[in-house]
Nanobody
């Protein structure tokens, strides 16, 4: 069984920084993409950033230049450094990982962590 556990998040003033981390554990043979989605109240979940096993990254236009995604393949972790935070970044942030856990690939999700940016 695979679990993703998130840490980080919290309350910060506009212009501040936060760092989210997510670790995968369990029966893991391989991990391809890892990343972060977010969901604000009343809005659909949106992709924030993705990083594949080779290190290539992709960001939502709204966070480019402010957020940086990274991963540690040896530790099965993914992190999101968020700088210059804006009130519109307020949301629950979910990490995900596409994992080969036996004979098939599945997408696993973290429990979500609240990020609140005050103006």
């Amino acid at each position: 069984q695979v679990q993703l556990v998130e840490s980080g998040g919290g309350l910060v003033q506009a212009g501040g920084s936060l760092r989210l981390s997510c670790g995968a554990s369990g029966s893991i043979f391989s991990i391809n993409a890892m990343g972060w989605y977010r969901q604000a109240p009343g809005k659909q979940r949106e992709l924030v950033a993705t990083i594949i096993s080779g290190g290539s990254t992709n960001y939502a236009d709204s966070v480019k230049g402010r957020f940086t995604i990274s991963r540690d393949n040896a530790e099965n972790t993914v992190s999101l450094q968020m700088n210059s935070l804006k009130p519109e970044d307020t949301a629950v942030y979910y990490c995900y990982a596409d994992i080969l856990d036996g004979s098939s690939w599945s997408r696993y999700w973290g429990q979500g962590t609240q990020v609140t940016v005050s103006s």
